[in-house]
């Protein structure tokens, strides 16, 4: 099949790659010329485990091309994707400007029927917007379809997302148009549902916030384990035993942060009140997790009392592992918040560096983890690349001015590390 994505961030380059695998022919468009010409070069603008490869063995191939020039993709192309930004505005809003701008250079484009299908994440109402101003603003008669296919990958995991999600949703206006999407998915054999757009949309929003519900959840839980002597991570264990609760996104720690979870229960809670409802619960979950970082700042102060002079080693700057996203990173939060109260930074992480550079400019960057701990006054881990499970400890506390370490993931065994002498803090566990 002939198919165009619209935007080369993580969603559009990796379902433009995994379709281009999967025997399709691809054109990936952006308007920036920039990543549109790295990609010519081989270069991905983004950091994502296997991406480089699988682009250039389908590039090699014939099956995958970039271009900036949205009319070719349009043009040649059966079913076409639009993965662009659909960042927050100031008020939770989701800012769909990306969108009507592309739906719009479809319109002037359409040459024969085609298959318009929103992959950004987009509140529910969104296929109709797209619809609506492709309809206006078309040259000719030809028809179209709008349906909305919501992504589920994640950054880090994205291409065995894309090839093994749990589910595929399609929300489409007949069977029949349906039909066509099911076909390009057929060869990944997961589970498919079909649905109306509004439906589809609705998923993709609910999933997310459903999501950032159980981590909140079990960051209270946390803060209460802390209190009553209880430990958070055998807690989570008990609960995901059970199937209906299931084992994962129980990891409790500094909380959501990144691209989606934040933005997407904030919208949602936007898309309720334009509806006339308030959803309290998930403005909750978003208190909930607004707390998390100036709680574990108050009690790294507390201990290290004053924080000013103090010198602290930072593990981890991504918002997660395996990435080199630093989109709402509790990592950003944290070292404000440390170098407002007077401390000195100074921070690594294995692939993060260069974007982080850009954010936070006047911290000390280090070449790895100990050259991160020499002289500092105590380490915190923020985010959990495997790397810091696996330290080398004594090491790190030769070099270190005092063996403190607050981390933020529950990476460490507490009775193990605090045998090795370290003094030993982290989240939910006494
Ligand atoms: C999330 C969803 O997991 C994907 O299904 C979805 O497609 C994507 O958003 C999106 O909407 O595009 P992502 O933001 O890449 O994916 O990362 P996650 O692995 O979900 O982690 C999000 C945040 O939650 C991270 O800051 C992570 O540290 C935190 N988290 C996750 C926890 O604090 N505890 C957990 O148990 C799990």
């Not at 692939?351 to 701990?373: M, Q």
């Amino acid at each position: 099949m002939n198919v165009c994505v619209i935007g080369v961030g993580y969603v559009g380059l990796v379902t433009g790659a995994v379709f281009a695998d999967l025997g399709n022919e691809v054109i990936c468009v952006d308007k920036v010329e920039e990543k549109i010409n790295m990609l010519k070069r081989g270069e991905m603008p983004i950091y994502e485990p296997g991406l480089e490869e699988l682009v250039a063995r389908n590039v090699k191939e014939g099956r995958l091309s970039f271009t900036t020039n949205i009319g070719e993709g349009v043009r040649r192309s059966e079913v076409i994707f639009i993965a662009v930004g659909t960042p927050p505005r100031e008020n939770g809003e989701t800012d769909l400007s990306h969108v009507e701008a592309v739906a719009l250079e479809i319109a002037h484009h359409l040459n024969h029927y085609k298959i318009i299908v929103n992959k950004s994440t987009v509140p529910v109402g969104t296929g109709d917007l797209v619809r609506n101003i492709i309809e206006k603003n078309k040259n000719n008669d030809v028809e179209f379809d709008v349906v909305s296919n919501p992504e589920f990958l994640r950054e880090g995991s994205a291409i065995a997302d894309t090839l093994k999600p749990d589910r595929i949703v399609i929300g489409a206006p007949t069977q029949n148009v349906a039909m066509t999407l099911l076909e390009l998915y057929a060869p990944i054999e997961r589970p498919m549902l079909i649905t109306n757009v509004e439906s589809a949309e609705m998923i993709k929003y609910a999933s997310n916030a459903f999501l950032s519900t159980k981590i909140s959840f079990i960051n209270m839980i946390a803060d209460l384990c802390e209190k009553t002597g209880a430990d958070v991570t055998m807690v989570a264990k008990g609960m995901g035993y059970d199937q209906r609760i299931g084992m994962h996104f129980l990891q409790a720690g500094l909380g959501f942060g990144g691209s989606c979870f934040p933005k997407d229960t904030l919208s949602l809670i936007h898309t309720a009140r334009k509806y006339g409802e308030e959803f309290r619960l998930l403005e909750e979950v978003i208190k909930i997790n607004q707390q998390r970082v100036p709680r574990f700042v108050e009690r790294i102060a507390q201990r290290l009392n004053p924080l000013n002079n103090k010198t602290i080693a930072v593990l981890g700057l991504a918002f997660k592992p395996d990435t080199d996203d630093l989109r709402d990173a509790k990592s950003v939060e944290l070292i404000t918040l440390l170098r407002e109260r007077g401390a000195t930074i100074k921070a690594y992480d294995p692939v993060a560096i260069n974007n982080a550079r850009k954010i936070l400019p006047d911290i000390i960057y280090c070449k790895n983890s100990y050259d991160a701990a020499e002289g500092a006054d105590a380490l915190v881990i923020v985010t959990e690349w495997n790397e810091f499970k696996l330290l080398n400890l004594e090491r790190l506390k030769s070099v270190m001015q005092q063996p403190i370490i607050f981390d933020g993931r529950n990476i460490y065994d507490p009775k193990r590390i605090r045998k090795m002498g370290f003094e030993y803090y982290s989240i939910g566990r006494k």
